[in-house]
Structures are given as C-alpha cells and as structure tokens.
C-alpha cells in the first residue's frame, strides 16, 4: 500500500488568507521545566492550512461540519493536472476529458499565487466562474486544489464560493500535489471533529491503486 501525503504543514505561513489567525503550536509544559510530561497549545482557525469549506462558510442555512459524513470526504477521486497559468476556466477543465464518474476532483496546478510575506492572497490559479460553473455541471460533489483560496480573484464577493457551496460541493484547499501523477486514487480527507462550525483543518491522503 503507497500512501501519500498530500496535506501542508498547519503552521506554514503559506496557509495564511489575510485576516486569519496565524497557526500557532507553543510550548505548555516541559520535563525540562520540571514538570512531568511534555504538552504543547495549538492555536488556529477553522480554515487554517489544508482545510475543508463546508456550505456553513458561506451560505447561513447550509450544511455544517457536523452533517458532512466521512464518505462524502473519503473514497475514489481523480487527480488532474492543469499547467496552464492562470485562473482555471471551463475551457481547461473540459479539454481534460475529465470522466463524469470523477465525482471527486482534485486539481494540480503550479500554485504560484504567494506574496512576498509568504502568505497567499489571491493565487492565480484559483477557480474562475467559468470554472466552477462546469465543475457544478460535472456533478462533482469534492473539490480539491493547491491553492489556499479558491477564487480567482481579489473579489469581497466571493463567487465561487458561493456558487459551489451554495450546491453543496465540499471544497479542500491548501492540498500538496506536487508528489502525485496525474490518474485515480482512493482519498482519505478526515476534518477536526468540531462540531457545527463552517471548516475544520484536515488530514487528507491518497491511496495509490
């Protein structure tokens, strides 16, 4: 069995979108302090590093966590790699040849959207409305992808969000794809379990076939 890894260090100042806090793992108690055990504080937002957006982030009545069951986060997804730069458009998603059976879609692109500070504002390799127009019309349920936003632009609007989440396609960002072809795979997203919230940090995994 190959496993691969495809989830970004939490901590990574990458994993930041302006606003959020920054993650954080700080020293509690230590033996060398004298006291009996090692134990450390995390500090993060529900979004931060490879995190879920579940319909709650941004549509009020939608789902949350809570009523997102492991199978809708766990099971045969498609990986496909799209090299050119840019927003993802329609065009570049049907010229794949992408199966309807891909009801859970990861995408590989170059993620070159990080500024200088070395937190992510807009990666230019986000999802266009076009984009995400035929990712709802696809039938995908998943929707994966490297960058740690997935619009396109720098918009308060937040179409794409809101056009996906609004039907209830789960939405994984902050992936690292830069290990994994191109092909099928079985895929392991497990969430924080934090209740009703709008996204939880996740562990996520490929299963090589």
């Known amino acids: 069995m190959h496993i691969i890894d495809i989830t970004s260090e939490l901590t990574l100042p990458s994993g930041i979108f302006p606003g959020d806090p920054i993650a954080t793992v700080s020293e509690d108690r230590r033996i060398s302090s004298g006291d009996p055990f090692n134990t450390s504080l995390i500090s993060c937002g529900t979004h931060s590093g490879t995190h879920l957006d579940v319909p709650f982030h941004f549509v009020e009545e ?57 937190a992510t504002h807009i990666d230019h390799q986000g999802l266009s409305v076009s984009g995400a127009t035929w990712v709802v019309n696809n ?27 609004s039907q209830n396609i789960l939405i994984l960002e902050g992936l690292e794809l830069d290990q994994v072809q191109e092909g099928w795979y079985t895929l392991f997203c497990l969430p924080l379990k934090l209740g009703e919230v709008d996204g939880a940090p996740v562990r996520a995994v490929l299963l090589a076939d």
Do not use: W
């Open 139 to 165: 039938g995908t349920t998943l929707l994966g992808l490297e960058s740690y936003n997935i619009e396109s632009q720098d918009t308060h609007d937040f179409p794409v969000h809101h056009l996906l989440l």
């Open 62 to 118: 939608g789902a949350k966590l809570s009523s997102v069951g492991l199978d809708e986060l766990c099971g045969r997804v498609y990986v496909v790699e799209i090299a050119h730069d840019g927003p993802i458009t329609n065009q570049m998603l049907a010229s794949k040849g992408i199966s309807a059976s891909a009801n859970k879609l990861l995408l590989k692109t170059s993620r070159d959207g990080l500024n200088t500070t070395g």
